[in-house]
């Protein structure tokens, strides 16, 4: 079953509408749509493991007008339906799922933001799609994982905890991540919470995914048992930004610095005083996003 691509609306710069495409399991999956220029790459959005679509708002918001900005709900996030075989969540399904959106949307080029989860994705597309995937940023991700930080991610994902308040739930993901931002203040823990985070059927906020995306990643390797070396090299030639975090548990230092030296034409980009993942409204992170787009453009 195929969308038909919504037809071009004049909006204002940085407003979005939602739209929605069907899976080849026939799932349907939602993304905003920001509009933009029609001869320039489309910049597609990728989230991390357990967020979705809302992460990215600020981005779109700035980059809006200027560029057409695509952040898709992956399956089982956000307004995307939950898959009924939780083994499809995985990297390799979520990227065909990606194959869908472009021929329903109508998108043949784009420059893939790749925030963890969302990076891993966007490296299997330089491998898959390589005709398409004109540009890449990688956010504090890349071909190898430290053992720690995958095993902190591991330790909260799918426990499927509810607060009574966005102010509980704020202070909750500040006990949790204080260390990732310690530099945030309390009105920036409202503002992740209400990111990550809905409003449930019992009244009660809870996170806005399907408790069941943890399934796999518990299993042997999951998520990094796979030698992500050669996607990496296949962004050679393409302009690529990598992104780390400077407390980062995810992206060692030792792999950030291999993967500058593998990849020459890449910037490579410390984001001071934040650990996985920065947000991307840090300057350093923005400035580096207007360089890679200046680059691709």
């Not at 990732?180 to 309390?186: E, G, M």
């Not at 993942?277 to 580096?288: G, H, I, R, T, V």
Request: glycine share 10%; hydrophobic share 45%; aromatic share 8%.
């Amino acid at each position: 079953m195929n969308a038909t691509p919504a037809p071009a609306q004049a909006l204002p710069a940085g407003s979005y509408t939602d739209q929605f495409w069907t899976s080849q399991d026939g799932l349907k999956l939602h993304y905003r749509d920001y509009s933009g220029p029609a001869d320039r790459p489309v910049v597609l959005c990728l989230p991390g493991l357990t967020r979705n679509a809302r992460d990215f708002a600020h981005v779109a918001q700035r980059l809006g007008g200027e560029w057409r900005v695509v952040c898709p709900d992956l399956r089982g996030r956000g307004d995307s339906a939950y898959a009924k075989d939780p083994a499809s969540y995985n990297p390799l399904q979520y990227v065909e799922d990606m194959g869908a959106l472009f021929d329903q949307a109508g998108i043949e080029r784009f420059v893939g933001f790749g925030t963890s989860l969302g990076g891993l994705m966007t490296m299997i597309m330089a491998i898959t799609m390589p005709d398409r995937l004109v540009g890449a940023l990688l956010n504090d991700v890349g071909p190898e994982i430290s053992p720690e930080g995958l095993e902190r991610i591991r330790s909260y994902v799918g426990q499927g905890r509810s607060f009574p308040t966005w102010m509980h739930a704020a202070r909750a993901l500040e006990e949790a991540q204080g260390l990732v931002f310690p530099d945030y203040s309390a009105s920036q823990w409202l503002g992740v919470a209400k990111r990550c985070m809905v409003v449930g059927s019992n009244g009660r906020i809870v996170f806005d995914y399907d408790m069941r995306i943890a399934e796999p990643l518990s299993q042997p390797g999951g998520q990094s048992g796979a030698d992500l070396w050669p996607a990496f090299q296949a962004l050679t030639g393409k302009p690529v930004a990598l992104l780390r975090g400077e407390l980062s548990d995810v992206l060692s230092a030792d792999v950030f610095a291999r993967m500058a030296k593998a990849l020459p034409q890449a910037e490579a980009v410390t984001v001071p005083r934040v650990g996985h993942a920065p947000m991307l409204d840090e300057a350093a992170a923005a400035s580096a996003i207007d360089r890679l787009l200046a680059r691709v453009a």
